[in-house]
């Protein structure tokens, strides 16, 4: 138990300082740094490295974006195996639909809950 927290730990925090590493070093923009990740998570799931990775460490690999694109293309190779060429184009969403699901959802739940206001 306790060595799967710091599993978890040590890969989500590498993966994070990689991502820390590019808004200080680079001038790419967040929303390229964002969508790199996830590319990054498609390729390394497309090429055998990311699941692996995931079992392993877990949360640490699932929860960062990388996770959001392993789980994108674990998902059109398995609806392209089911479905065919098709799949290629519902595969990503219907792995997807769930995880973006809750965060709509959530992210509606704490704008109602919570007041905003402006910082001063």
Known sequence: MVWDCIKA?????????GG???????????A???????????VLEAVG???PLADWAGAGATVPLTGFGSNLAKGVRR????????GAF??????????????????W???VLCKSSDKA
């Open 79 to 86: 609806t392209v195996a089911q479905e065919g060429l098709l």
């Open 20 to 30: 820390q590493q590019l808004i200080d070093r680079t001038k790419l923009t967040p």
């Open 90 to 107: 519902t595969g990503g969403v219907k792995a997807a639909a769930g995880g973006v699901t809750a965060a709509v959802f959530f992210g």
């Open 49 to 51: 490295i990311y699941g």
């Open 32 to 42: 390229r740094i964002l969508t790199l990740m996830v590319v990054l998570g498609v």
């Open 109 to 111: 739940l704490a704008a």
């Open 9 to 17: 730990f040590l890969v989500g925090g590498l993966i994070c300082l």
